[in-house]
DNA sequence: ATGAAAGCGCTAACAG
DNA sequence: CTGTTAGCGCTTTCAT
């Protein structure tokens, strides 16, 4: 009756009058025994690194609204402020999941990771292997970014990102960058500023703590591969007198909606993190659905200039 | 063997070679069996209105991090970009789950509730009745931030929220800034600006909408229901000209960590909202544990004063 | 068409 | 202590 074969058994009458007896009496299918019965799993896993950043937000709203309402999601973060690792994964997958969505894993994670259901991988730079994902398509807003700056006079960039064991996704904005700027005759001038974790507050630190090297090598843009950085570069810069972008240019990655609210606003390379989501609700749906393995999707970006990057102001 | 109940009845050896086995054979248990055998429901849900405001974000991540890791989380958001109702919410009930909790709820909502299992609610500013819940105490914060603008010289100050369908916790706020304005001889000198939405377009929109009336009624300082309000309302101003806090003084609610980094940097009424979550799965997983319905908890709330607000400037 | 029965994979209670 | 069994609430199949 509740399993929805009933069109042409059971009078639409009949039909409504058992729903009202059924809502009378509070019964409610057991979902539990009806999955157990049927042998099928309805929920789905999303796990990622942290439900603070609003990368993760937006990943997640893109991923309720298109989600087949045959799931639910159960969400999975990492105890304690680490990145998450297998045995958040293992967690996860205690709960018997019909699929798993992994988001911005890191590489030594990644390696070790062995597939128990259908798995698709999100924001892994490229390097999710035979593993369906969706990834950025990085290259040509890069470019596009490189040539701006070289087009402004920066020929000393510097990157701010995380270890590559931690997030491969910001190694991998990182090696585009790289190419971007090679590809303009210059090139990262200086060794990146690498964060312990993806806070404003670690890179308004890590800042302070670099900034005497960078400005002695000459660097007049900096690069973060995350707009969370970037905000926590700009309040560092701030307290260290900097003029921006009069003495150095600054650009984030994901273009968040607080970016043209900073002081200077600032420039990113917007990465539509939303559409990451929904994409990934999509290749999943179909990959449980059908069981074949889907290909992997590559989403664009796009460059967005605002006033946190201008020419190089010599001295 | 995998239920935790054989410490004493089989060697720490034997133990870890059945463990080993089982993961050589790629056995996992079947947690909806388990679940259907033992009675016992496993996840608990979260339902709030929008993943994408950090207010939400913040909930989730106290909760993540506090909630009994013998459930898991299910989230569940509204469809299309409206407020989640009775509809969401029996969406999230179908999935049988062992505890519900219930973020920043609509009067409508709220008031046509029956719960089904146990459920605590979220900032539902004392709407929430005999429910369980977790709520903040605004009181000594906002009769501080009424006698810090008083003292400013501001005798005009306007509010602006969504209507009280959409979020008690909204018209809450107003309620405790109209009641600690009046004892500081003023109140809220015009009508409210009622918002659609809780995104910083709405406010940005809204506000210029608005603006005309409140600045030929001598509003001298605005008071946003919520950070992101603040933040639209924040690019208005700067669109119109206006200069902040010279002309306007601005407050929000949340103190979300964008707000120091807004040009200017925005005062706001910090509300701990990670707290809130941490006290609702404590409250929750005591609820399920014991069966016994738990009082509700009120947390407290501080005044933050930034760049945002200064004193009045006659013209 | 309607009803009875088997069984999904596990747990808990109960014999041996 | 070990092995067997009933049964969690539902779905599906197979007789009636």
Redesign the pocket.
Known sequence: ???G?DP???SPQLRSLIFAAAADLG????S???A????QLESIGFVGPDPTNPFFSMVLEGLTRHLDSAFSLTVLMPEGGEDYNLSTVQRALAGNLAGLILASPGTEFLESFVPTCPTVILDAGGAAGALPSVDLDLSSAVRELSGYLASLGHDRVAYVGVSREKKISLQYRREELQAGLLGHGSGLAVDDLVLEGMTIDDAFEGFRRIWPAWSAAGVTAVVCGDDLHAYGVLRAARSLGLDIPGDLSLVGFNDLPYSELTAPALSTVNLFATRLGTEAAALLSRYIRTGRVPGSKVLPSALVVRESTGPVRRR
Chains 1, 2 share one sequence.
């Open positions: 009756m509740f399993t074969k042409g058994r059971v019964y409610r299918v057991n539990t025994a009806s157990l019965a049927r042998g």
